[in-house]
T-cell receptor, first 112, second 115 residues
């Protein structure tokens, strides 16, 4: 696969552990946030989203937490599996701009 | 079948050549985007289009041009390729009519190498 994110921060976990990936966003006017997963050789895939009027949203094995006070977003993955190994990006939509701004990503490595 | 397709998937070219990357979507979305991805820099927006008659520059549009030939097609051109345009290029789409957020759907990417 391509060398996406040679210098990305990396989180290494054991299979079955819970993973927490963090993201700091920059703009207090951001009103919508998305987490994407990018596997080697593929484009980013949507995982979960959250609007700024919420603090928490849950999906299947994933939870996104939003702390607007400190402009922090986190993605929690329960019972992490080897198939979760990928690069994870957060993205923010700044109200009025109608474009997403992406973070640089975090590489998650899951060992069996 | 893929909803967002990109051609070619891989391309090696020489400095000074004109290159076109193509994107097609079957999602019926009105909005389309071109990004480039470099190691450690995440996704950066090159150009975007909110409908067939709308073209907007992103944060790194210099050296690139685009054409929105139809709602389903959005092509990216490098008029005279240079080595620092070596990168992964992604096309994405989104739907302005939805009641959800601005989720974007990505194609599989084109790896471009400029020698």
């Amino acid at each position: 696969g391509e060398s996406v994110g040679l210098h990305l921060p990396t989180l290494s976990v054991q299979e079955g552990d819970n993973s927490i990936i963090n993201c700091a966003y920059s703009n207090s006017a951001s009103d919508y946030f998305i987490w994407y997963k990018q596997e080697s050789g593929k484009g980013p895939q949507f995982i979960i989203d959250i609007r700024s009027n919420m603090d928490k949203r849950q999906g299947q094995r994933v939870t996104v937490l939003l702390n607007k006070t400190v402009k922090h977003l986190s993605l929690q993955i329960a019972a992490t599996q080897p198939g979760d190994s990928a690069v994870y990006f957060c993205a923010e939509n700044i109200r009025g701009f109608q474009k997403l701004v992406f973070g640089t990503g975090t590489r998650l490595l899951v060992s069996p | 079948d893929a909803d967002v397709t990109q051609t070619p998937r891989n391309r090696i070219t020489k400095t000074g050549k004109r290159i076109m990357l193509e994107c097609s979507q079957t999602k019926g979305h009105d909005r389309m985007y071109w990004y480039r991805q470099d190691p450690g820099l995440g996704l950066r927006l090159i150009y975007y289009s909110f409908d067939v008659k709308d073209i907007n520059k992103g944060e790194i549009s210099d050296g690139y041009s685009v054409s929105r030939q139809a709602q389903a097609k959005f092509s990216l051109s490098l008029e005279s390729a240079i080595p620092n345009q070596t990168a992964l290029y992604f096309c994405a789409t989104s739907d302005s009519a939805g009641t959800g957020g601005q989720e974007q759907f990505f194609g599989p990417g084109t790896r471009l190498t400029v020698l």
